[in-house]
Structure formats: structure tokens, C-alpha cells
């Protein structure tokens, strides 16, 4: 089973915000942590996966990215050792409406943002864990 490509899979998923399609190689008590330097954020299984992803949840995404012009986000980098792969993604948009005073982006500002996030498998070549980086 190629892992890199189940990676790439999923992560193509979650461009399009398709949760089925992102959750097919899940396994069923998948842990997914989303970290950032302020806080980290748990789900655990598939079933909280996909309440996490609802309608709700996907149009709070859309919304974020509304705020770009011509976001694009890519693996700029994917590398795989034994059961785990790790993917360097990078975006880059054009801030699209004036944000506000505090906002740390003005219109017409260019955001570049690099995280990461590292899939680790089980024996079944399901992710069982995936860790995502922010900030």
C-alpha cells in the first residue's frame, strides 16, 4: 500500500472538503490533533471526525477562505519513513476585503503560511493519527 499516496489522496479531499473522501483510509479510532503555538485541538474517531466536518464546520472554512483572492495551497514538500509520512504544505493568498484595525492583514496584502502535518499508519495501512502544525 503506498502511503504517499493515500496522503495525497486525503489531502486533495481536503481541498474539495470532502469528508467521506477524506475519512476513507481512516481507521476507526483515528486520533487527529490540530496544533497551534496557543492551543491544541483533539478528535478522536471517525464519527467526531464527521460531526467536525458538517455542513457548519465546512462553511466556517469556505468563509475563512472567501477572504482570498486566488488561494493556493500545495505539498511543497512529502517524505515517508517506516508507517509515518510527512507533508510540508504552503499557501499563499491575496487578503480580498479590509479586515479591520487589529487584523494583522490589510487588503491586498499577500499571506504565505507554511505548516505541516505527519500521518502515521497501522498495520492495516489505515491512518491511525495525524498531526497538524500550525503557525
Do not use: C, W
Not at 483533539?42 to 462553511?59: L, V
Not at 519513513?81 to 487588503?107: C, H, M, R, W
Amino acid at each position: 500500500m503506498n502511503h504517499k499516496k493515500i496522503v495525497e489522496d486525503y489531502f486533495k479531499a481536503s481541498q474539495e472538503m470532502n469528508a467521506d473522501d477524506m475519512a476513507k483510509q481512516f481507521a476507526e479510532d483515528i486520533e487527529i490533533q490540530n496544533i497551534a503555538p496557543n492551543f491544541t485541538r483533539y478528535i478522536y474517531g471517525i464519527n467526531q471526525f464527521k460531526r467536525s466536518t458538517s455542513d457548519e464546520a465546512s462553511k466556517i472554512a469556505k468563509d475563512m477562505l472567501a477572504i482570498f483572492d486566488d488561494p493556493k495551497q500545495k505539498i511543497s514538500k512529502i517524505s515517508e519513513k517506516g508507517d509515518t509520512v510527512e507533508i510540508s504544505i504552503s499557501f499563499e493568498g491575496v487578503v480580498n476585503k479590509d479586515l479591520g484595525s487589529q487584523a494583522p492583514y490589510k487588503k491586498g496584502e499577500v499571506v504565505k503560511n507554511e505548516s505541516r502535518s505527519v500521518f502515521k499508519f497501522n498495520d492495516d495501512h489505515k491512518i491511525i493519527l495525524i498531526q497538524n502544525y500550525v503557525g
